[in-house]
Structure formats: C-alpha cells, structure tokens
C-alpha cells in the first residue's frame, strides 16, 4: 500500500492535478488500490518526464509599477506573461499572471501622461478644487433656503392687505407652502462627479 495522490503532490512539490495528468498520460503508475509507491513514482517520473527546451523559460524581472497616487510599488513579472491593466492604470503585479517589462513601462507612461494632464489644467486655471466648490455650493443653499424661509414673515402683511385677508392666516398658509416646496427641493440629490 503505497500514499494517497494528494500526499504524493506533496512530496513531489506539485499540484494533485498534475499527478493526475501523470498518472492518465501513463507518465506514472498508480497501484491497483489507487495509492502511489512513491519511490517508484519517483524514477518513473524523472524517466519518462522530458526538462522543458531550452529557451522556453522565461527570466523573472523586476518592474517598478505605479500606483494611482504616484508612487512606485515592487513585483516580479516574467517577461512572457501577459497581464492586463486595471481601470486605475496599475498592472497585475505578483499575481498569477506577472507583469512584462514592456507592459510595466507602458503603465508608467500612462501614468505620467494623466499626471501631466491634471498638472497642465491645474497651471490653466480649469481645476476647481472639489471640497471647497461643495463647501461654496453648501453655502449657497443654505443662504437660499434661509431667504426662502424669512419671504412669508416680510411680505404675508402686504399681500394679505391687498388681498384684503387676515395677516396671520395669510403668513401660516405662504410659511406652509415654502416649507412644503422647499421639501421638495430638498428631496432631490445633486449628482457630484
């Protein structure tokens, strides 16, 4: 009775996967209870598994990748793999798939490129910085609201003396519109991007 297959992907450093492949492709042999010896495995493994030919491994480089704020992080990229960028322009770095030379570059140029372009809009003058244009909305909403809400208080005793209705009444009934309508007013979002 020899191991399991899992016990012998780990002796062997290999995925359980790989021995299965080995043992369907008759690179090894199992016993007839479905267990491994694993010293014969061994010496058929190393017989009947060809080494890779020369020129298909790929040398392990190290890039410098950007990240969205600027700064550089590490990683290895074997330079035949191909990986894809994010959204925010950084490289799958590390990963299962690695990061070539040409690619990491290709992201660094990006990057560059975006952070001269928000330079040259920030020296034009098309920038607005966005707290303080919130902070500028903000207040002039609230002076807004505000202004809306002190109209009843200064023009409810003219209109009612026009209109030739209690002053008080008249003050109550224009207060509960502008409440209501400024309700509704405030019931819808703004959409900042």
Do not use: C
């Not at 267990?35 to 298909?56: K, L, M, V």
């Not at 992201?107 to 928000?118: G, I, L, M, S, Y």
């Not at 303080?132 to 809306?148: N, P, T």
Request: proline content about 3%.
């Amino acid at each position: 009775m020899g191991i399991s297959i899992r016990a012998y992907a780990r002796h062997r450093g290999v995925t359980d996967t790989s021995v299965h492949k080995a043992i369907r492709s008759g690179r090894i042999n199992a016993l007839s209870d479905g267990t491994i010896d694993a010293d014969q495995a061994d010496a058929q493994w190393e017989r009947n598994t060809s080494a890779p030919n020369i020129g298909t491994q790929r040398p392990v480089v190290k890039v410098k990748v950007p990240d969205v704020d600027g700064s550089e992080r590490s990683g290895t990229g074997n330079t035949g793999a191909l990986a894809g960028t994010g959204a925010t322009g950084s490289a799958n770095v590390g990963g299962s798939g690695g990061t070539s030379l040409l690619q990491a570059r290709t992201v660094n140029e990006v990057v560059k490129a975006q952070t001269n372009k928000v330079r040259l809009a920030r020296l034009k003058g098309e920038l607005v910085d966005r707290p303080q244009a919130i902070a500028h909305v903000f207040k002039l909403a609230r002076s807004e609201r505000d202004a809306w809400l002190n109209w009843p208080a200064r023009i409810s005793a003219q209109m009612a003396a026009k209109l030739e209705v209690d002053a008080h009444t008249m003050h109550v009934s224009l207060e509960s519109a502008v409440r209501e309508h400024l309700q509704e007013l405030g019931n819808l979002s703004p959409r900042v991007d």
